[in-house]
């Protein structure tokens, strides 16, 4: 998958619209982050303080990172090194850096 293909997968999250993509959501950490300023937190951007599983899930689903995703929907196992890597490459497409 092309990183334009990966940045349009959905992201499965009752707290965001059913049509949220990894882009949007990304789009939307950044513009969050802006708008609080110093008030932003890092650790709960979306009262959620596993916010970083939000985009490791469908990276998992798509096949991107290695990984598994128990019959509840919740990940078990994956490499979060790996998924970190293809976050940031992620982030530096959105920008074409």
């Not at 469908?58 to 509840?72: H, R, V």
């Not at 994956?78 to 293809?86: C, L």
Request: hydrophobic fraction near 40%; charged fraction near 30%; include cysteine.
């Amino acid at each position: 998958m092309t990183n334009d293909e990966i940045l349009n997968l959905r992201i499965d999250n009752d707290a965001f619209d059913e049509n949220m993509t990894i882009k949007g959501y990304l789009h939307l950490l950044l513009k969050t982050l802006w708008e609080e300023g110093e008030c932003f937190s890092g650790h709960r951007p979306f009262d959620n303080s596993g916010w970083q599983y939000d985009l490791y899930k469908p990276l998992i689903q798509a096949y991107i990172i290695s990984g598994e995703i128990d019959e509840d929907g919740d990940i078990e196992n994956f490499d979060k090194e790996e998924a970190n890597r293809v976050v940031l490459e992620l982030i530096a497409a959105c920008f074409e850096v």
